[in-house]
């Protein structure tokens, strides 16, 4: 559902002239999207939904694991570019979403090249590692 509600957002930002096109990839083991900048940049995101709970927090891993690999689950810190964590089961509204910067966001602590599963989500833009609300402030940031 959240892939959903974020490709709207995608349709949108092609339509108002922000975004010049984009990708939905339902491919195991591919990022969700492939964003497309006015400036002719790729940008890969992985859509993900907030989880319930008392804190506003988020899962980074994948729904398999490949036999013999440990790791298999956890997402390399490389595999895509952008997280998009819709947090309309908090808020009620299925349209807003935080966003983050894979490379900035922490690693796992046995697999230094994988991110780390559980992710806060603060309220705030001021975070470290940053949450953006809006997705065109990550793609100033990107680029």
Same mark, same amino acid.
């Given at each position: 559902?959240?892939?959903?509600?974020?490709?709207? @957002?995608?349709? *949108?930002?092609?339509?108002?002239?922000?975004?010049?096109?984009?990708?939905?990839?339902?491919?195991?083991?591919?990022?969700? +999207?492939?964003?497309?900048?006015?400036?002719?940049?790729?940008?890969?995101?992985?859509? @993900?939904?907030?989880?319930?709970?008392?804190?506003?927090?988020?899962?980074?891993? @994948?729904?398999?694991? %490949?036999?013999?690999?440990?790791?298999?689950?956890?997402?390399? %810190?490389?595999?895509?570019?952008?997280?998009?964590?819709? *947090?309309?089961?908090?808020?009620?509204?299925?349209?807003?979403?935080?966003?983050?910067?894979?490379?900035?966001?922490?690693?796992? *602590?046995?697999?230094?090249? @994988?991110?780390?599963?559980?992710?806060?989500?603060?309220?705030?833009? %001021?975070?470290?590692?940053?949450? +953006?609300?809006? +997705?065109?402030?990550?793609?100033?940031?990107?680029?």
């Amino acid at each position: 559902m959240a892939e959903v509600h974020f490709e709207r @957002k995608l349709k *949108v930002g092609s339509q108002e002239g922000w975004l010049l096109s984009y990708e939905s990839h339902d491919i195991d083991g591919m990022h969700d +999207f492939t964003v497309t900048t006015m400036a002719g940049q790729p940008i890969r995101v992985e859509v @993900k939904t907030i989880r319930n709970g008392s804190s506003p927090r988020v899962e980074i891993q @994948k729904t398999r694991n %490949a036999k013999g690999d440990p790791s298999s689950r956890f997402y390399a %810190a490389d595999q895509f570019d952008v997280i998009a964590v819709c *947090v309309g089961r908090r808020t009620g509204d299925w349209s807003q979403f935080r966003y983050a910067l894979a490379r900035d966001l922490p690693r796992h *602590v046995s697999y230094p090249g @994988k991110l780390k599963i559980m992710h806060e989500i603060p309220d705030d833009d %001021a975070s470290a590692p940053r949450w +953006f609300s809006k +997705f065109q402030e990550v793609i100033d940031e990107v680029f």
